[in-house]
């Protein structure tokens, strides 16, 4: 996938393109419609685009603290379009500057210098300063350059919108199995195994403390169980069953919001390993103990607990 950031116009090319437009965090079911219905359009020599905004523009513009952080921060978002086939990415780094583009300007003097054969954007796009101009003036636009315009129906679940707020307030909440119903997969957040308190191991429950992981909006605090991908290292297996705590872990006075995992069944050294953590389901609440003693109880249930669902997931699995 090339990829090329644009802070104002983007460099004139003649590569034949089906472009699609949004801000994509998550790039859940929703998303993956309009990405779908791109592809449709296609003929061989065409190319899938995708115009993205490196920050969110109600972070950017009103400093909303709901908008700073991401489900998908950019190496996820660009993992996952990969994946999607996408053949070239225009990573748009939204300022305050760019947000003055009018969406004339954008269609007549910023879209025109690519040869863009179909822009595919989603029901309720909105762009241009002010976000003010809505499909109906995307498409009129469209028409002076010669271009399509197709606009995808919401997805819906649950009887309500697919969208990336309901999302992070799912994360927020806990809410893991709605949250995948959502993203067509589970909630995952990828970081580096960094050194913790050294507690773990005494207690008989070693955790690899997740770093790096501020641009993910974090999941409610508590234990869930899920599972980790390890990305490098020689460990033969790369998936494994995991206990997750995430939260403040009020007994040992933790300070900051830190997301752990205890593997199940595995031995070894992960310092400085590349892992993605998927959520799969909340189990409880963090808990401050009186001591350790209580805590050390408190994990084997939870490793009990884990380990009867795990089972009974394979079983519910195996036979289908
Ligand atoms: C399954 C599991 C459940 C946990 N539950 C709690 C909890 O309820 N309250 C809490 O303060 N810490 C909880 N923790 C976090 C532990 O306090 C933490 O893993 C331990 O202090 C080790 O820290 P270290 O990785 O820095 O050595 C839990 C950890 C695991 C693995
Ligand atoms: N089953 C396991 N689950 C998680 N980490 C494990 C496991 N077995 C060994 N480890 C290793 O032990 C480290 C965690 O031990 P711990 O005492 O909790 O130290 P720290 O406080 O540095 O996290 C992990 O980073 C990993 O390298």
Excluded at 42 to 53: C, G, I, P, T
Excluded at 57 to 66: A, H, S
Excluded at 279 to 292: M, N, P, T, V
Aim: net charge negative; glycine share 8%; hydrophobic share 40%.
């Amino acid at each position: 996938m090339e990829i090329i950031e644009v802070t104002s116009t983007p460099p004139i090319d003649s590569d034949s393109l089906v472009l699609v437009i949004g801000k994509f965090d998550g790039l859940h079911k929703g998303h993956q419609v309009i990405l779908e219905t791109a592809r449709e359009f296609m003929a061989e020599k065409d190319k899938l685009a995708v115009l993205s905004f490196s920050e969110h523009p109600q972070w950017v513009l009103r400093q909303d603290p709901n908008f700073e952080k991401k489900l998908t921060p950019e190496d996820d978002k660009l993992r996952i379009l990969k994946e999607f086939g996408v053949d070239r990415y225009y990573l748009v780094k939204f300022t305050k500057e760019y947000a003055k583009i009018s969406a004339k300007e954008f269609i007549l003097d910023h879209i025109s210098k690519l040869n863009v054969k179909r822009i595919v954007v989603g029901e309720g796009f909105h762009f241009g300063k002010g976000s003010e101009s809505s499909t109906e003036e995307l498409k009129s636009l469209c028409a002076q350059i010669d271009v399509s315009v197709t606009v995808v129906p919401l997805i819906m679940e649950n009887g309500s919108e697919v969208s990336s707020s309901t999302i992070r307030s799912l994360v927020a909440d806990g809410e893991m199995e709605a949250i995948q119903a959502r993203l067509g997969r589970p909630y995952t957040v990828t970081g580096t195994v960094i050194h913790g308190k050294k507690l773990g191991r005494e207690l008989g429950f070693p955790t690899i403390n997740l770093g790096g992981t501020d641009s993910y909006v974090f999941p409610k605090p508590g234990v869930y169980m899920g599972t980790v991908e390890i990305h490098d290292g020689n460990f033969g297996q790369t998936n494994w069953n995991v206990l997750i705590s995430a939260g403040y872990r009020p007994t040992v006075n933790g300070t900051g919001y830190l997301i752990e995992a205890y593997l199940l069944d595995f031995s070894g050294d992960l310092y400085g390993a590349t892992v993605t953590v998927s959520f799969l389901k909340y189990l409880r609440g963090e808990i401050k103990f009186s001591g350790l003693e209580p805590l050390i109880a408190q994990m084997t249930n939870d490793k009990i607990e884990a380990q009867r669902l795990f089972q009974e997931m394979s079983l519910l699995h195996n036979s289908r």
